[in-house]
C-alpha cells in the first residue's frame, strides 16, 4: 500500500512541476520571448519521451509489475519535466 502511495505522489508532483513549465512558457510568450525554437524544442522533447518509453516497454522495462512499470513511466517523464523547469527559470532570472 505504501509504493502506491509513493506513487501517488510522484505522481503528484509531476503534474505540478509541469504546471510549472506550462506557466514559465506562458510567462515567456506574454514578455516576447517565447520563440518558434522552444516550441519547436518543446514539441521535440514530448515525442523523444514517448519514443523512449515505448523503447523502454518492447524492451521490457516497464513489465515486472504494475506498479513498477507505473514508476518508472513517472520516473522518466519527471526527469524531462524537471529539466525544463530548470531550464526555463534559468532563463527567466536573465
Known sequence: MAAWS?????SWALAWE?????GLR???I??????LA???LMTSEKIS??????????AGGLTLT???GAERAV????RKVRANRRRLSAAARK
Do not use: H, K, M, N
Open 75 to 78: 520516473r522518466l517523464y519527471r
Open 38 to 40: 522552444e516550441t519547436s
Open 26 to 28: 506562458l510567462a515567456e
Open 18 to 22: 509541469a504546471s510549472t513549465v506550462v
Open 66 to 68: 504494475p506498479l513498477q
Open 6 to 10: 509513493g506513487l501517488a505522489f510522484d
Open 49 to 58: 519521451a514517448a519514443i523512449e518509453l515505448q523503447a523502454s516497454l518492447v
Open 30 to 35: 506574454a514578455r516576447g520571448d517565447g520563440t
